[in-house]
């Protein structure tokens, strides 16, 4: 099955400064990447995805990149706020069990 | 639309006991997944289901049984509850296997 990494683990910046979490992969045939943030007390949700046809994909401040022939995905947050401090998951879809398979997430802290 | 429910939200079980979480959601989903989430691991999936009346196992299934008899539901029993199955279990749905919707989490504690 699918095997997703994720690092960093913690991730501490200043409010106004750019945050970068990243994510490899194994399967190359996986073909969807999505970006979840976990606020406390509440599920996972989505806040951006990419498909493996795909680079980049930008949302306001937030983007996502996409290396298909290193099998790595990043997730970049420009100017940073306080209330972007959460918990970060990436995915990747197993194509075998045509479900996600998560990375161990990212606890982002935005100090004011 | 309330989107994915979870029942109950916290619960301590006695080892050996026996439970079921319940899932629902009102937005016609076909799939449906049953996560658990412990510190440092992620999301890992316990079993899933591509519709009514089926189901498949994920990557940590053992000591969990499920059942999808309605499209709306989806059930996650543990038989024999254990320390080790001390968790933060996340149901979520979706159309095709993406976007995942995710419910807010029942949090069970096995002494």
């Known amino acids: 099955g699918e095997n997703v990494e994720q690092h960093p683990s913690t991730l501490s910046v200043q409010e106004g400064d750019s945050a970068v979490i990243k994510c490899t992969y194994s399967?190359?045939?996986?073909?969807?990447f999505p970006w979840y943030k976990q606020e406390l007390g509440k599920g996972p949700q989505l806040i951006i995805d990419?498909?493996?046809?795909?680079g980049e994909k930008k949302d306001q401040r937030i983007a996502v990149t996409l290396n298909k022939t290193a099998k790595h995905f990043s997730l970049h947050i420009t100017e940073t706020q306080p209330e972007d401090s959460a918990v970060y998951f990436c995915?990747?879809?197993?194509?075998?069990?045509?479900?996600?398979?998560f990375g161990s997430g990212t606890r982002l802290q935005v100090q004011p | 639309n309330a989107g994915v429910t979870q029942t109950p939200k916290f619960r301590v079980l006695k080892t050996g006991q026996s439970m079921t979480l319940l899932c629902a959601q009102d937005?016609?989903?076909?799939?449906m997944y049953w996560y658990r989430q412990d510190p440092g691991m992620g999301l890992r999936l316990i079993h899933y289901?591509?519709?009514?009346?089926?189901?498949a196992k994920g990557e940590v299934p053992d000591g969990y049984n499920v059942s999808r008899l309605k499209k709306q539901n989806f059930l996650l029993g543990l038989e024999s509850a254990a320390p080790s199955q001390t968790s933060v279990y996340f149901c979520?749905?979706?159309?095709?296997?993406?976007?995942?919707?995710f419910g807010n989490g029942t949090r069970l504690t096995v002494t």
């Open positions: 979520a749905s979706s159309v095709g296997t993406a976007p995942l919707h």
């Open positions: 399967d190359s045939a996986s073909n969807y």
């Open positions: 990419i498909r493996s046809n795909v």
């Open positions: 995915a990747a879809r197993d194509t075998g069990r045509r479900a996600l398979t």
């Open positions: 937005m016609n989903h076909e799939y």
């Open positions: 289901s591509v519709g009514e009346g089926t189901t």
